[in-house]
């Protein structure tokens, strides 16, 4: 027979397993997303850092497609895997509290039909690792507070290091955490020396990453300023608060109750300033207007102390009625996954979207209510653009090939063909898209132009050659490319160069 301890430990398992085989499910459907393909774009060009994110997501990347292949399931493999490391790490957060089966049982429900965790764990993006990092460093400040074992304030230093290295956003985090500690009974945990050995360790770890934004001018900043002026200025009060409250679905029956009872139920005294952190948090990104998404890290920690609470407040009640309400409660979010995780066949998902009236998902950042997700209208045309390349490349003499440039305007496009377009044998695509900006070549050739063209930036061009021929245009209307043309330039009238330099100087500035 299993001791107690045993079987607590095998529910948290279980629930990893289950997280696990949920986004495995969905992983090869509908192809590689837009992001997807620059991370891949970033993991073939090692460096220290990049013009979006730290290098640790271009780690996993060509770890990914050198040992798994450059299929969509292959490189989504290690995302489920972290996502389901949350999952794990967040029950043994219950189990430390003292949370017995129902309250791992609650955490581990919930996180595994969370619309927002389902949607983020599963895509090669640097979201589904931060979300792990931060859990962790919860997990390690929860686990000294039980312990008082300062091993686990050492190891803090390669955890947020690591952090820092995926997503710049965890400074958020441990602002918020340390302002939430300041607020606590725990604030004495700030005076131990093994805090500021972690501290040491961390920066050593993301100095490289500092020398190449110095030695490439911060371009951080410079992405920053950019999103601030074209995505953060349309974040609002309101629109952040109602996200916290509808993405994780009708989880807000379980952490709401915790959040409130982690201020005044007495066992957990000693875990205040988590809640304190997760309000910080809040203002934080309120001040700086950050993306909604940004505070999902913290919701697998607040679910494991709510279900804690929960289970201390109801611990008199039937056990059977006791797991009934929980189940009735959270199942409900199942109706969300298709919309969450690719896991029904494309026309099938449009027509579930359709028939349970999902319309609020279905609106893209154009504003504009589309049939499908923009994360899957991201995933759709790219073999179509990739084919068309190949097309015009094939119109070129062979023997000219050499004077070619691919062109893309966006590094969707960029990534996809050259990740796609290997088996073509078609030359490095060139842009001044994001982080392609970095290894654009100085000068390109200019016989041959066949230029992607997503916003009609082509006509500012076409003037400079005798010969303009469409190749195509993206057909399939349910991609976030729709209408992208192909176009291939010959007869050059004047070397583009002087025009090309320009540019690409403006954007490495």
Not at 242 to 266: C, D, R
Request: proline residues 5%.
């Amino acid at each position: 027979m299993y001791s107690k301890f045993q079987t607590t430990n095998l529910l948290i398992f279980l629930f990893a397993l289950i997280s696990l085989s949920l986004h495995l499910i969905g992983l090869n459907n509908y192809g590689i997303h837009r992001d997807e393909f620059l991370h891949i774009a970033l993991g073939n060009h090692p460096a220290a850092g990049y013009m979006e994110v730290p290098p640790f997501i271009a780690w996993v990347a060509r770890f990914s497609v050198t040992f798994f292949g450059d299929s969509a399931f292959a490189i989504r493999i290690i995302p489920a895997i972290f996502a389901a490391l949350t999952v794990l790490t967040a029950g043994f957060i219950v189990k430390e509290i003292g949370g017995k089966n129902f309250a791992i049982t609650l955490c581990g429900l919930a996180l595994c039909l969370s619309p927002a965790f389902l949607a983020t764990g599963y895509l090669l993006q640097p979201v589904v690792f931060d979300q792990f990092w931060w859990v962790l460093t919860y997990f390690l400040l929860i686990k000294y507070t039980y312990t008082r074992q300062t091993k686990y304030l050492l190891l803090l230093g390669p955890v947020i290091g690591l952090g820092l290295l995926t997503k710049y956003a965890i400074l958020f985090v441990v602002i918020a955490i340390i302002a939430g500690l300041l607020l606590s009974a725990q604030r004495k945990i700030l005076l131990k020396r093994q805090l500021y050995i972690a501290a040491l360790i961390a920066l050593l770890i993301f100095v490289p990453n500092v020398i190449w934004q110095y030695l490439h001018h911060w371009p951080v900043l410079t992405h920053m300023k950019e999103l601030t002026e074209t995505q953060l200025v349309h974040n609002t009060i309101d629109g952040l608060i109602k996200a916290q409250l509808i993405s994780n679905g009708t989880a807000l029956f379980l952490w709401v109750p915790g959040l409130l009872l982690l201020f005044f139920h007495k066992s957990l005294a000693q875990l205040r300033w988590v809640g304190f952190s997760y309000f910080l948090l809040l203002v934080l990104l309120i001040y700086f207007k950050g993306k909604p998404y940004y505070a999902f890290g913290i919701y697998p920690v607040i679910f494991a102390i709510s279900a804690y609470a929960i289970e201390q407040t109801t611990k008199h009640l039937n056990t059977s009625l006791k797991y009934s309400i929980a189940f009735l409660l959270l199942l409900p979010n199942v109706i969300f996954m298709p919309m969450s995780i690719p896991i029904l066949p494309i026309y099938r998902a449009i027509a579930y979207f359709k028939s349970m009236h999902l319309d609020g998902f279905l609106y893209w950042g154009d504003g504009e209510k589309h049939e499908i997700t923009q994360d899957y209208g991201d995933m759709l045309g790219w073999d179509e653009i990739t084919t068309l390349t190949a097309k015009a490349y094939t119109r070129i003499p062979e023997h000219q090939r050499n004077a070619t440039t691919i062109f893309a305007e966006n590094y969707g496009e960029a990534g996809a063909i050259d990740h796609l377009g290997k088996k073509y044998k078609l030359p490095p695509v060139v842009s001044l898209s994001s982080s392609f900006t970095l290894w654009a070549p100085e000068r390109i050739a200019y016989q041959y132009i066949i230029y992607v063209d997503d916003k009609g930036q082509v006509e500012k061009i076409k003037p400079a050659y005798a010969k303009a021929e469409l190749i195509g245009t993206v057909s399939d209307k349910l991609a976030l490319e729709y209408n992208t043309k192909i176009w291939l330039l010959t007869a050059p009238k004047a070397d583009i160069n002087p025009v090309y330099q320009s540019a690409l100087k403006e954007k490495r500035q």
